[in-house]
């Protein structure tokens, strides 16, 4: 069975601090597609990162960056000085190859407010 | 915005009710996959089709039925509805390949009163 685990369900963090959402999973699956999607206020899912489980260099783009570790089955998102705009409900997500579905087994979230 | 549209975008009803939630998916995508958001489940995933057939299927009540038309457009039905139903349903779309990423729309919000 796949399932995707994010153990923090509120972090508080004061803006310009760091702050890192973790993301762990479990699967059978020998290839698998990760990914996060953010969740603001106005409720809508944005697509943030997808990757694949062959490549496991980690990713910056702007404040973000993921850390991708097979080892461990983690996926952790780091945003770098925060801002307050990042305030919204972060999700990490699974997708199993196999089930050539495209399906997206979700955590359940996490709430992310960034105080000014 | 991520050219899924969804309509209505909020929906009051009473128990017992029927509604119909719609869903047009992104131009050139032929899957469409229906989700629902409630506090106590999350983001559940309830059913996946792929140019008009059905092709996953999820935690989805037997009260509840989908259906994907020959425009690709998709209809989530729901009846004899329940307290419990009220939550937020998502529908995205992808195109055809490798898991690719799911382009969610705005969300419908029903309430069941």
């Known amino acids: 069975a796949q399932k995707v685990t994010q153990a923090q369900t509120e972090i508080s963090v004061v803006e310009k601090e760091d702050v890192t959402l973790d993301c762990v999973y479990e699967?059978?699956?020998?290839?698998?597609?990760l990914f996060w999607y953010k969740q603001p206020p106005s409720g809508e899912l944005v697509f943030l990162i997808r990757?694949?489980?062959?490549?496991?260099q980690n990713e910056i783009s702007g404040r973000y960056s993921w850390n991708f570790q097979k080892s461990t089955s983690s996926f952790n998102f780091t945003i770098t000085a925060s801002q307050v705009v990042d305030s919204a409900v972060y999700f990490c997500a699974l997708s199993g190859y196999s089930s050539n579905t495209g399906k997206l087994i979700f955590g359940q979230g996490t709430t992310l407010q960034v105080k000014p | 915005d991520s050219g899924v549209t969804q309509t209505p975008k909020h929906l009051i009803t009473a128990t017992g009710q029927r509604v119909t939630l719609r869903c047009s998916p992104r131009s050139g995508d032929l899957s469409v996959y229906w989700y629902q958001q409630s506090l106590d489940q999350g983001l559940q995933f309830l059913i996946q089709y792929y140019n008009g057939e059905e092709r996953a299927k999820g935690n989805i009540l037997e009260r509840f039925s989908a259906q994907q038309f020959p425009d690709l457009h998709s209809e989530l039905n729901l009846s004899s509805l329940e307290l419990g139903d009220s939550a937020l349903y998502f529908c995205a779309s992808s195109a055809p390949g490798p898991p690719e990423k799911l382009f969610f729309g705005s969300g419908t919000q029903l309430s069941v009163l």
């Open positions: 990757r694949n489980s062959f490549d496991e």
């Open positions: 699967t059978r699956d020998t290839t698998y597609y």
